[in-house]
């Protein structure tokens, strides 16, 4: 019990600065020693954890190239629940439901040091929103035509830096990461750094929790720029 008390802490220190939580849950088998498939679910919040902000739900594989280096796709369907926004002529545009659908490959490359692994993923991250009718209402809150929200295509690159600490005869592992997201479709403009710290508990060999802090530096079509708490159960398991 001593390691989940040490999360409890850890979630309910950093629980009263959130601005959002997000939550997931999610399996990984691995096929042979070189293949493994994943699944998840995710749901998030927003507004001190007041409003949801999205869920999505996705698949991957990762392959084992060589031992230090691994390749990985995965594929996502997210909907995102947009805000109620005023136009600059005073119309009102209420909350709507956006979905997105996301396409990734990227590269990990790891290496150990002692009992120190650091690893760098290089990701290249495509999401194409899709195109809409939303409701539209003037300041007296008059029907009007719907408002055309057009499909757009983003692509990024993904640039993470992690290192993990394995403890001896210690089911917690901590770890933290540097993440910058760089726009492939603006000559490779920083948009946003994610910086995470947080630890992996392994319950036994099927069942682990992972719960972290992180800090979003810039707001995008994605999520808000602050502090953010996460939780996220994975069951690991050999077809």
């Not at 005073?90 to 690893?119: A, D």
């Not at 539209?136 to 008059?142: E, F, M, P, T, V």
């Not at 800090?215 to 994975?234: A, C, F, K, L, R």
Request: with cysteine.
């Amino acid at each position: 019990m001593k390691p989940f008390l040490i999360l409890l802490m850890l979630a309910s220190t950093i629980t009263a600065s959130a601005q959002s939580l997000w939550t997931s849950a999610g399996a990984k088998g691995d096929v042979n020693k070189r293949l493994s498939l994943t699944a998840e679910a995710e749901y998030r919040t927003t507004d001190q954890l007041k409003a949801t902000d999205r869920w999505d739900i996705g698949v991957g594989a990762q392959y084992k190239i060589l031992k230090w280096l691994k390749a990985g796709a995965a594929f996502t369907f997210i909907d995102q629940r947009e805000p109620l926004e005023v136009t600059k002529k005073g119309n009102i545009i209420p909350s709507y439901w956006q979905p997105k659908y996301r396409y990734s490959v990227g590269l990990t490359g790891s290496y150990t040091i002692s009992r120190l692994e650091l690893s760098l993923r290089e990701q290249v991250q495509f999401t194409h929103r899709t195109s809409q009718y939303v409701s539209k209402y003037s300041s007296s809150g008059a029907a009007k035509d719907d408002e055309y929200i057009s499909s757009k295509t983003k692509t990024k690159l993904r640039s993470r830096l992690k290192a993990e600490y394995n403890i001896r005869k210690c089911p917690l592992t901590p770890f933290a990461s540097f993440e910058i997201y760089n726009s492939l479709n603006d000559d490779m403009h920083t948009d946003k750094i994610r910086v995470t710290a947080g630890a992996d508990w392994r319950i036994n060999k099927h069942n682990y929790i992972e719960l972290y802090y992180r800090y979003i530096d810039h707001s995008d079509d994605d999520e808000p720029h602050g502090n953010i708490i996460g939780v996220g159960y994975t069951y690991k398991f050999r077809f």
